[in-house]
């Protein structure tokens, strides 16, 4: 017998699509019920190394974490990685497949939904339930031609949907009814009822509103979820979350600050030190200076990396940092971070645009040379301070120089990685997920003089239940599931 299978579809991005699949994938996983969660395609920079050694969106790492089992390359069958306004590098089952600007890939769609089922088909094998995660707005009817991302996947695999709609951003009525009046009759009917997400307040004043919306669809009203606070604590995988202003920590003993660009990815490696009480984590957008009390300046990774060398520069980034530097700051750079801090980048290939080769930052004596071989693996190793982590890499390009021969670390499997300069005051490393190792963003706390206080995965791992019992005092969990069948 098939398994059961519910698709959470969204009014819009950000609306809390890939959160409630986590919680609900921990509720039913503490049921006894083989969860498994699937995004049949992602859009998104930060994204994890797979059991089975591909990549996938982060936010299905999560879920498949909150379902306790692998990640796997399944989960998350087309990944779209942004390279440009207009183009993005595809993952297909965990793979690069191709290069492709935005109106391209339009047509590309309709190859990838034999993947997307082939996947999708996979995991339903192997569960009791799949919980489908839809992408941006179930709305968007300009690209519903070879649609494999919300309504076209639900119609081509037949499974029911469950509607989400954000009352935090406002409109949350309107947003609802219109998704309603501009999809397609045969969409909608698919559509088997709706959920309110992030309220805040007392929930009587707007039962009103769930009962309107409910007639004016034809859904039934599923839930109204209040705001869910400690969302902050896991990882984030739409960049929208870097716009959010972060906690105040007025007494934190180190300052770290972090140059937000354009292509950002991977920024979930900073997430373990935000959530340290030691520790002022100061997300600096373009227009804004590097603060010069910062101890510590990261350089987190890039999809595209010369390109976002180039906004550094134009947002003045790379004086603050030499000021910084100057003064005896700490400089790290990870992934594409490190690579900016060499005297050069490379890119005779044309990996991220027009073959070039652009000056660095000059910060660590090394060169890097893009190359189009992605190195997908997890790592584990001994930093050279002697502290151990396990982490991943992530990259596509080669470093070297002088400074490698002072690496950052040295990996389980004998080989050096990353480089450190002559006063040891600038490090670069390819390794992603250090700081989620507490035995390494101790030691990296302890630099500053400053204690690491927290057990990362232990929180993670008390947010996601914490989510899903959160979701079951708010959503009939029994009805979902009857839903689903």
Known sequence: MPAR??????????????????????ALTRRGLAVRPFKPQNMSNNAAVTDDGGEIGRAQA????????????????????????????????????????????????????????????????EADIVLVEGAGSAAEINLRANDIANMGFARAAEVPVVLIGDIDRGGVIASLVGTKAVLAPEDAALIRGFIVNKFRGDAALFSAGMAQIAQATGWEALGLVPHFADARLLPAEDALALERRP??????????????????????????????????????????????????????????????????????????????RRRGGMVLGLCGGYQMLGRTIADPGGVEGPPATVEGLGLLDVATTLAADKRLERVAGTSSDGAPFAGYEMHMGLTAGPDCMRPFAQLADGSPDGAISADGRVIGTYVHGLFGDDRQRAAWLQRFKATATIRYDDLVERT??????????????????????
């Not at 698709?7 to 699509?17: I, L, P």
């Open 62 to 125: 999560l879920q498949a974490r909150a379902a306790r089992v692998p990640a796997s390359v399944h989960m998350n069958p087309v990944l779209l990685k942004p390279q440009s306004e207009i183009g993005a590098q595809i993952v297909v089952q965990g793979r690069v497949f191709a290069s492709a600007k935005a109106a391209a890939y339009q047509h590309m769609k309709r190859d990838l939904l034999p993947y997307v089922l082939q996947s999708y088909r996979r995991l339903r094998d």
């Open 247 to 324: 906690a105040a920590k007025p007494h934190a003993r180190v300052r770290i600050a972090v140059p937000i660009l354009p292509h950002i990815a991977n920024f979930d490696d900073l997430d373990p030190l935000d959530a340290e009480t030691d520790v002022a984590l100061m997300r600096v957008h373009p227009g804004a200076a590097l603060p010069s009390d910062a101890d510590l300046i990261v350089l987190p990774g890039s999809k595209a990396t010369i390109a976002d060398l180039v906004a550094l520069r134009a947002a003045g980034f790379d004086i603050d940092i030499a000021a910084h």
């Open 5 to 26: 299978a519910l698709m959470f579809a969204g009014t819009g991005s950000d609306v809390g699509k890939s959160l409630i699949v986590a919680g609900l994938a921990r």
């Open 464 to 485: 996601l239940d914490a989510l899903a019992a959160h979701l079951c005092a708010h959503l009939d969990i029994d009805r979902l599931l009857k839903l689903a069948e």
